[in-house]
């Protein structure tokens, strides 16, 4: 079992930058595949990047390819989110999740308590 805690979200202006964290608790995090979703208001949780456990495996959405970078550090248990040329479009708030198999779907087997987005235009 897997514990997963976001950090990093907050208020930042259209075109900003920010980089979210997703810190995994237990010695098991390197067998993990993680993913990053976000839900919007009033929409359902869309996926956003995932990235296997080596991270030599990367997916992204279409909505977010070129802006975001998924990334990994497995000696710190530790899984990124950057996010760069904020719009306000990508209000949300994002949740990591950890799974055993490598996938964009929502079907991961934990999840964190996320951590809110928030873009002024």
């Known amino acids: 079992q897997v514990q997963l805690v976001e950090s990093g979200g907050g208020l930042v202006q259209a075109g900003g930058s920010l980089r979210l964290s997703c810190a995994a608790s237990?010695?098991?995090?390197?067998?993990?595949?993680m993913g990053w979703f976000r839900q919007a208001p009033g929409k359902e949780r869309e996926f956003v990047a995932a990235?296997?456990?080596?991270?030599?495996?990367?997916t992204y959405a279409d909505s977010v390819k070129g802006r975001f970078t998924i990334s990994r550090d497995n000696a710190k248990n530790t899984v990124y989110l950057q996010i760069n040329s904020l719009t306000p479009e990508d209000t949300a708030v994002y949740y990591c999740a950890a799974s055993h198999t490598y996938r964009s779907d929502y079907r991961y087997d934990y999840w964190g308590q996320g951590t809110q987005v928030t873009v002024s235009s």
């Open positions: 237990g010695r098991t995090f390197s067998s993990y595949n």
């Open positions: 990235i296997s456990w080596s991270g030599g495996r990367t």
